[in-house]
């Protein structure tokens, strides 16, 4: 694989643009974030998978994540694969968090998974774009207005977003899904501390456990056991970064015990559990 890359990172912020090079068809793990992403196709082709929806990509699509998104990506060889990706958190722009406008509304309040593309067209016709590519210009130049263009294009790109979210239901017919796996994965997410086992999935949603292991993994790439372990994980995570005990963190997360939590926890971050009070 060979890759060529312009970055540019600073507290709370950063984008690069890359281009890849792969001898064969390529689809990277699922992971998420712990900040949001805002991701720009620059290739003719890749698929997405997000939260049991399949997003099909072209060029110039623009796809959004939130850090509670798990999602990966595939393409084929037919070209290099092009993006440009933006990841922030909200204290890059700190200075405009006080006011009453929510400038990630369109980025938080969505049924996750859903939502997440916006389409070259709309992206183009609003300007979203643009102003993506004048971030890349002024984040790989050294203008002196540079920092103060950084968070105008930040603040013009969320609020454009925001604006295409609320003005229609532009991502209808964009994506594919299984409806039965969509509910099961909304369920999950919202009752982390129940029986979650193949056997009471199976039961609560009138599905037979092969089918439900087989439609689960090629919707969201993750077996159920993955996907449930993972998305404990991440709510123990938050929970210990906002003060609470490793130990009530294991529990109100839906572990049975410390040591599969920090082991699973270990896998997913590369750190122990206490690392997330630091």
Do not use: W
Request: glycine share 6%.
């Amino acid at each position: 694989m060979r890759e060529t890359s312009s970055h540019h990172s600073e507290k709370g912020f950063s984008i690069s643009r890359t281009k890849s090079y792969y001898s064969q068809p390529t689809t990277f793990p699922n992971h998420i974030h712990n900040h949001y992403e805002i991701y720009l196709l620059r290739s003719s082709h890749a698929t997405f998978k997000v939260e049991g929806q399949i997003y099909e990509l072209t060029e110039g699509d623009v796809m959004m994540f939130n850090s509670r998104e798990f999602h990966n990506i595939s393409f084929n060889l037919q070209e290099p694969y092009e993006r440009t990706t933006l990841g922030f958190t909200k204290d890059y722009l700190e200075n405009f968090s006080h006011t009453p406008y929510d400038l990630y509304a369109g980025l938080d309040f969505r049924k996750l998974g859903n939502g997440n593309l916006l389409p070259a067209g709309a992206a183009r016709q609003t300007g979203l774009l643009r102003h993506i590519e004048q971030l890349e210009e002024y984040s790989f130049g050294n203008k002196p207005e540079k920092q103060i263009m950084l968070q105008c294009l930040m603040l013009q790109i969320l609020i454009t977003i925001n604006k295409l979210v609320s003005a229609s239901d532009f991502s209808a017919g964009s994506h594919i899904h299984n409806e039965k796996i969509v509910e099961i994965i909304q369920y999950i997410n919202h009752n982390l501390t129940a029986d979650l086992s193949l056997d009471a999935l199976a039961s609560r949603f009138y599905i037979s456990k092969y089918h439900l292991s087989h439609l689960f993994s090629a919707s969201t790439g993750f077996s159920v056991k993955q996907y449930i372990s993972s998305k404990r994980v991440q709510y123990a995570q938050k929970l210990i970064s906002g003060g609470t005990s490793t130990l009530d963190a294991c529990v109100s997360a839906g572990f049975n015990d410390y040591s599969s939590f920090y082991k699973a926890y270990k896998k997913m971050y590369g750190t122990t559990p206490k690392s997330a009070k630091q």
